[in-house]
């Protein structure tokens, strides 16, 4: 994903940002090509990511498949798993569930894509009540110059569809980077997130500069 977007050091991607999933995760991953331009990976891992090396004796499956030809990429992956959660000490009424899907085409000048997520029960494994979260995410960017891009994103959500339904989540950016060399990039970049719900309504507006720089 982090390669489709191209701006993974703006904000990360709408799979974490719902907090649906983690970046990387302590397991055995394999990975590999099919020939005529499809790809795949299997992992089996702990489920409760890199930052926590956490076990409850279960073990977490991953898989993605995906194709990619003349600048067109498409994938779709799931997760099934109890992250983690059911430890001795803790009842398991449900099992973590997620699916993705992916749709980029990319050139040299132009970035173009959509994610879709959902995930069921990802936070309700030892909760005897169940809950979901869906959404999708829209990006672009276009080359301006070789030194200079313009990009957007926007993301909508419903982070909790059965117990909290009409709360929704919204996210957006719009930025300038300027590619100072191949190792340092830096974006000026302005940002939007809201999120409602009966009760309460929270806005927040951010606008700032970002870098990355690469060793």
């Known amino acids: 994903m982090a390669g489709l977007n191209g701006y993974r050091y703006v904000d990360p991607g709408l799979v974490s940002r ?18 005529g331009g499809v790809d795949w990976a299997l992992s089996a891992v702990t489920g409760a990511g890199f930052k926590r090396p956490d076990t409850d004796g ?8 995906g194709w990619s030809g003349d ?16 430890d001795g000490t803790a009842t398991r009424y449900h099992t973590a569930r997620r699916s993705t899907a992916v749709v980029a085409w990319t050139d040299e ?5 959509a994610q879709f997520v959902r995930a069921d029960n990802w936070n309700r494994v030892t909760s005897p009540l169940p809950d979901a979260a869906r959404g999708w995410s829209a990006w672009g960017s276009y ?50 997130q809201e999120s409602a719900s009966p009760s309460r309504q929270l806005r927040a507006t951010e606008v700032g500069i970002w870098g990355q720089l690469d060793f």
């Open 18 to 35: 719902l907090g649906v999933g983690a970046p990387a995760d302590w397991g055995l991953h394999l990975n590999g090509r099919a020939g």
């Open 58 to 65: 279960r073990v977490n499956y991953e898989a993605r498949v």
């Open 71 to 86: 600048g067109l990429t498409l994938a779709v992956g799931g997760y099934r798993g109890t992250r983690a959660l059911a």
């Open 109 to 113: 000048r132009f970035r173009l894509g």
């Open 143 to 192: 080359r301006i110059r070789p030194d200079f891009a313009l990009f957007a994103r926007h993301d909508r959500a419903d982070p909790s569809t059965r117990q909290d339904p009409r709360r929704k989540d919204r996210y957006s950016q719009v930025g300038l980077e300027w590619r100072k060399s191949p190792h340092l990039r830096i974006a000026l970049v302005g940002k939007r």
